[in-house]
């Protein structure tokens, strides 16, 4: 079977094409997926290039949508030719955060990912895919689609007439305002490009920002609400956004810590936080209960992922190239066994 292995010291030039035995037949509990496409997140990118440090040879990607091709011994929620989807935290599979939540057990970081025509793994790494998706839109849930749920459903238990303000026109981003808006949310999103703003109306935004020409954007949220403020922020870009996003945000509103895509460090205080009475939740992801329930949801709403362009397998370094360019508009997918 064909894999891609990112070899020391990991960059975009290390990830080479393999072929690989394929795995035998599978053991008790496990499933053998064959794999058809992945997506690709930032998470990713940075385990690729380096930025965050895994231990090469290493087969990267997180995210992957396939078919059952055999079960192992005592496997009860699968049977051969399921369409199924990965799990960004294979061990996590309900309740609070716990050690499970770590990325030395992530697929492409701490284990070998997806990147790959065949797998064994648990059959609790995986899922069941939302009935008519495409192997391409269900490889976009895994990290993104999940991320954002959990957001704005789970933790800020999102109502319809509510206002959410997501920033960018990234996976995670594209989720949120899908999902808002199909729960009957009003949203205001951002983008650096006029092109993307232009994107994001057709995708549903009620008002768009070009947080480019606009750095004092929290100004403009606070006039599309009528002077109170959004009650949700959806918050991609860490220190380059935090603060815009605490002035954006109305009183008692709810902060979603997810990237940090504009830093890592920076000033904002515990006075932006105490004078607003702001509630910041930061998110990794979610568990394998999260992921059947946005599942669940996407059958209900008729919400299909926004996908940008599909690469194949041998081209994942190039993938990752667009990824690495800001270009795309949602979720990038490689395709994978044919
Ligand atoms: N905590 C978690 O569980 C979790 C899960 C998934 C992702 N993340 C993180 O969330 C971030 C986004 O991930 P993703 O997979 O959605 O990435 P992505 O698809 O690569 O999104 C990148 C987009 O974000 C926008 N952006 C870049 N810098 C920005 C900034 N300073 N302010 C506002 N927007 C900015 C740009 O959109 P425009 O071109 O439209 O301006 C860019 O195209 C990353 O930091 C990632 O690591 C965290």
Same mark, same amino acid.
């Given at each position: 079977?064909?894999?891609?292995?990112?070899?020391?010291?990991?960059?975009?030039?290390?990830?080479?094409?393999?072929?690989?035995?394929?795995?035998?037949?599978?053991?008790?509990?496990?499933?053998?997926?064959?794999?058809?496409?992945? %997506? =690709?997140?930032?998470?990713? !990118? /940075?385990? @690729?290039? $380096? +930025?965050?440090?895994? #231990?090469?040879?290493?087969?990267?990607?997180?995210?992957?949508?396939?078919?059952?091709?055999?079960?192992?011994?005592?496997?009860?929620?699968?049977?051969?030719?399921?369409?199924?989807?990965?799990?960004?935290?294979?061990?996590?599979?309900?309740?609070?955060?716990?050690?499970?939540?770590?990325?030395?057990?992530?697929?492409?970081?701490?284990?070998?990912?997806?990147?790959?025509?065949?797998?064994?793994?648990?059959?609790?790494?995986?899922?069941?895919?939302?009935?008519?998706?495409?192997?391409?839109?269900?490889?976009?849930?895994?990290?993104?689609?999940?991320?954002?749920?959990?957001?704005?459903?789970?933790?800020?238990?999102?109502?319809?007439?509510?206002?959410?303000?997501?920033?960018?026109?990234?996976?995670? %981003? =594209?989720?949120?305002?899908? !999902? /808002?808006? @199909?729960? $009957? +949310?009003?949203?205001? #999103?951002?983008?650096?490009?006029?092109?993307?703003?232009?994107?994001?109306?057709?995708?549903?935004?009620?008002?768009?920002?070009?947080?480019?020409?606009?750095?004092?954007?929290?100004?403009?949220?606070?006039?599309?609400?009528?002077?109170?403020?959004?009650?949700?922020?959806?918050?991609?870009?860490?220190?380059?956004?935090?603060?815009?996003?605490?002035?954006?945000?109305?009183?008692?509103?709810?902060?979603?810590?997810?990237?940090?895509?504009?830093?890592?460090?920076?000033?904002?205080?515990?006075?932006?936080?105490?004078?607003?009475?702001?509630?910041?939740?930061?998110?990794?992801?979610?568990?394998?209960?999260?992921?059947?329930?946005?599942?669940?949801?996407?059958?209900?709403?008729?919400?299909?992922?926004?996908?940008?362009?599909?690469?194949? !397998?041998?081209?994942?370094?190039? +993938?990752?190239?667009?990824?690495?360019?800001?270009?795309?508009?949602?979720?990038?997918?490689?395709?994978?066994?044919?």
């Amino acid at each position: 079977m064909k894999a891609v292995i990112l070899r020391a010291p990991p960059s975009l030039d290390k990830l080479d094409i393999v072929e690989l035995p394929p795995p035998p037949p599978p053991g008790p509990g496990e499933i053998q997926v064959r794999i058809r496409a992945c %997506s =690709l997140n930032f998470h990713d !990118l /940075a385990v @690729a290039v $380096g +930025a965050l440090p895994v #231990a090469p040879p290493r087969i990267p990607l997180s995210d992957a949508a396939g078919e059952v091709a055999a079960i192992g011994e005592g496997v009860e929620e699968f049977v051969a030719g399921d369409r199924v989807i990965s799990t960004f935290f294979p061990t996590w599979h309900d309740g609070p955060p716990s050690r499970s939540a770590s990325f030395a057990a992530t697929p492409g970081d701490g284990v070998d990912g997806f990147a790959r025509e065949i797998v064994n793994a648990p059959a609790s790494w995986f899922t069941r895919q939302p009935r008519g998706f495409s192997h391409a839109e269900a490889a976009a849930l895994p990290c993104a689609g999940v991320t954002a749920w959990r957001a704005i459903v789970v933790n800020g238990a999102l109502k319809a007439g509510d206002s959410v303000l997501t920033q960018g026109a990234g996976g995670v %981003s =594209l989720f949120a305002l899908q !999902l /808002a808006k @199909a729960m $009957g +949310a009003r949203v205001i #999103a951002t983008s650096s490009s006029e092109e993307k703003l232009s994107r994001l109306k057709a995708l549903g935004a009620d008002q768009v920002i070009n947080y480019r020409s606009h750095p004092d954007w929290a100004r403009l949220a606070n006039a599309y609400t009528d002077g109170v403020g959004v009650d949700h922020v959806v918050d991609v870009g860490g220190a380059g956004t935090l603060e815009q996003s605490c002035a954006a945000a109305r009183i008692g509103g709810h902060i979603h810590m997810i990237g940090l895509l504009g830093g890592p460090q920076g000033a904002v205080g515990p006075m932006h936080l105490l004078s607003k009475q702001l509630r910041i939740s930061a998110v990794l992801v979610g568990n394998r209960r999260h992921q059947l329930d946005l599942v669940q949801a996407l059958e209900a709403t008729g919400v299909r992922p926004a996908l940008d362009q599909d690469f194949p !397998l041998d081209r994942l370094a190039d +993938a990752l190239r667009r990824m690495q360019s800001g270009a795309h508009f949602g979720k990038i997918t490689v395709s994978v066994a044919p």
